[in-house]
């Protein structure tokens, strides 16, 4: 865990400035969306899921639109269709460690979930992949919120509880946003 946290630190010590601090005290991460969807509501409703996990880890997502946004001034999030099933064919989304940068496939996110769960599918899978950037290392864990693959189970509790992160996922978001 040692090696992780420090690896996370050094990482994020080599990128642009993605974190701040809230006016309410809490450290914030800038995100700039470029939504690419059919239906802009489930992004919407997902980042306000997103918002709910992370706030329970006293981190605040700051959500704006990509026109707002220099480059280098926040995570990237890109939310579209996946370009072809071979490209990650069993993902749900990616994200570009080096760039700060996420694509988000709407597509499949849509064909794995009812359309009323599609929404809570979307803020879990929005709210792993800001995890990843914010760790600075692909890596997942046995459960919670960055496990590798969720199970139809997680799927059905997602919807009335939003998952957690576990504590290691924790202490590396933390260790990547100090060095920030």
């Known amino acids: 865990m040692r090696f992780s946290i420090a690896a996370a630190a050094a990482w994020a010590a080599q990128i642009p400035s993605l974190a701040g601090i809230a ?7 800038k995100l700039c969306v470029e939504i690419g969807t059919p239906d802009p509501w489930v992004t919407r409703r997902g980042e306000f899921i997103a918002q709910e996990i992370y706030s329970q880890i006293g981190i605040r997502l700051d959500w704006s639109h990509r026109t707002q946004c220099r480059e280098g001034d926040g995570i990237l999030i890109h939310v579209g ?3 072809s099933p071979a490209v990650h064919p069993s993902a749900l989304a990616y994200a570009w460690l080096a760039r700060a940068r996420i694509e988000v496939f709407y597509d499949r996110i849509a064909a ?8 809570d ?27 590798a ?32």
């Open 81 to 83: 269709s996946a370009p």
């Open 23 to 29: 006016p309410d005290g809490r450290p914030a991460v």
């Open 121 to 147: 599918l979307m803020g879990h899978v929005l709210a792993h992949e800001i995890a990843h950037v914010l760790q600075g290392v692909v890596r997942h864990s046995e459960e919670g919120i960055m496990k």
């Open 149 to 180: 693959h969720w199970t139809q189970l997680d799927y059905e509790r997602m919807r009335p509880h939003p998952m957690q992160f576990a504590p290691e996922d924790v202490a590396l978001i933390r260790a990547g946003m100090l060095g920030r």
């Open 112 to 119: 794995s979930a009812a359309p009323l769960a599609a929404p």
